[in-house]
């Protein structure tokens, strides 16, 4: 379960590694890059629902799940099946229903840190060499087509692509490629910004869990 909550992040909120590398980078990638991280930072909070699908190097499907991801200033909530995180700003829960556990933790909104905003912001400029590679057309949409490979040879990934939606700014897919082929992705399937969200959505309320166990590693 680790393992996966890391790779979830990792696709909705990629880490951050400082490095002076951005020189190299694709300039046309970065108009792109900077224009979804100054739309993103408009929005008061985002409500997105996904698709989190992983396959092995022959392409075969491996697993396919639907989430909600909430995001409100430095506040989060990712539901996805059998798993929830939630973020208040200060403390992080991370719930396996199969275990009926929940984990605290404090929450590191420092540059190593891993957090869904990262992935609208600009992380990029400190993680990653980054490019343009063309556009493609997905029905009515234009999608630009970024690719990011990790400045950090170490981490278990070595590239990393985004399809951004060229009218709206917004990220519709992530997918990350391991050393070993093996890919998972994020399908975005809906995308709303400046709804109502209270802030009790991003709490996790011990009495809405029964017999949960608690963790606390704050």
């Not at 909120?13 to 980078?25: P, R």
């Not at 979804?36 to 698709?51: E, G, L």
């Not at 009790?200 to 704050?218: S, T």
Request: positive net charge; charged residues 25%.
């Amino acid at each position: 379960m680790k393992r996966f909550y890391t790779i979830l992040l990792l696709l909705i909120g990629v880490i951050t590694i400082k490095t002076n590398a951005q020189a190299t980078n694709d300039p046309d990638a970065k108009k792109v890059l900077d224009g979804v991280s100054a739309k993103f930072k408009t929005y008061k909070t985002v409500k997105s629902t996904f698709t989190f699908k992983t396959e092995n190097a022959a392409g075969k499907a491996l697993s396919s799940k639907n989430g909600t991801v909430w995001i409100k200033g430095n506040k989060y909530k990712v539901t996805i099946v059998g798993q929830e995180i939630f973020c208040d700003g200060a403390n992080v829960w991370n719930y396996d229903k199969s275990s009926n556990e929940v984990t605290i933790t404090k929450f590191d909104n420092s540059s190593s840190g891993l957090t869904p905003q990262k992935m609208f912001t600009n992380f990029y400029d400190k993680d990653f060499l980054y490019k343009l590679n063309g556009e493609k057309k997905q029905g009515t949409k234009t999608l630009q087509e970024i690719e990011l490979t990790p400045t950090d040879k170490s981490k278990t990934y070595h590239k990393v692509y985004l399809y951004i939606d060229k009218a709206n700014k917004t990220i519709n897919t992530t997918k990350v490629i391991e050393k070993d082929q093996t890919k998972h992705s994020i399908i975005v399937n809906t995308f709303t910004p400046n709804g109502a969200i209270d802030d009790k959505q991003f709490v996790f309320d011990v009495k809405k869990y029964p017999g949960v166990e608690i963790l606390d590693n704050r």
